[in-house]
Every structure is written in C-alpha cells, then in structure tokens.
Nanobody, 124 residues
Framework: QLQLVESGGGSVQAGGSLRLSCAASGRTFSTYSAGWFRQAPGKAREFVAAITWSGGSTIYADSVKGRFTISRDNDKNTVYLQMNSLKPEDTAVYYC?????????????????WGQGTQVTVSS
C-alpha cells in the first residue's frame, strides 16, 4: 500500500508563493505517476497538475499554467508543487494523489492513492 503525506500549506497574501511537498512511503514511488488536486469549500475536487514517474512529462490545469510547477525527486520519494503568484481563488485544500500508470490523467477517480490534504489560504 502506498501512503502519501502532504505538507507545506499555509496562509499567504496574493502574489506570494508556497511550495507543497508530498512524501510517499510503502512502495516504490518511482513507478507511480503523481498529481495534485484541490478542493474549495462547496466545490468539486479539481485537477491542478500531474507528472509521470520519470518526471519527463507534466500537465497543468489552465488556471495554474505559468504560475505552478510540479516536480519530483524519486530519491526522496517526494513530489512538489511550487506555487507562485498566488491568487485568492487558489484557496483550497490541496491533495496529492498517485496512480500505478505512466498515463497522465486529470480525473480524480483514476487515482488510487490519496494524501490527507493540506490547506492553502490566499488573502487579497
């Protein structure tokens, strides 16, 4: 079983930056594609970014393209989400997820493993 634990959330002002981390344990993380999703109060969980097992390919939601960067360090079993130029609409609980496939997908239902989430709050 793969376990995922997010960290790095917090409160920042608009225009600020945060870096989220997702630490994996339990299985060889380098064989899993990973993604970040977020969920604001009263809204459905939405895709943010995803990365292949090797880190060679990434995809982003249009709303974060150019501001967020997903990366991974398989030696540390960790996936990161660098978030710059944050906006109040980025406020949400951010979740790390993983799936045992090389295909990058944006639908939450295709991810088998999830972390507990970390809160990001951006004030104007």
């Amino acid at each position: 079983q793969l376990q995922l634990v997010e960290s790095g959330g917090g409160s920042v002002q608009a225009g600020g930056s945060l870096r989220l981390s997702c630490a994996a344990s339990g299985r060889t993380f380098s064989t899993y594609s990973a993604g970040w999703f977020r969920q604001a109060p009263g809204k459905a969980r939405e895709f943010v970014a995803a990365i292949t097992w090797s880190g060679g390919s990434t995809i982003y939601a249009d709303s974060v393209k150019g501001r967020f960067t997903i990366s991974r360090d398989n030696d540390k079993n960790t996936v990161y989400l660098q978030m710059n130029s944050l906006k109040p609409e980025d406020t949400a609980v951010y979740y790390c997820a993983a799936r045992a496939s090389a295909t990058l997908l944006t639908v939450p239902a295709y991810y088998s493993y999830w972390g507990q989430g970390t809160q990001v709050t951006v004030s104007s």
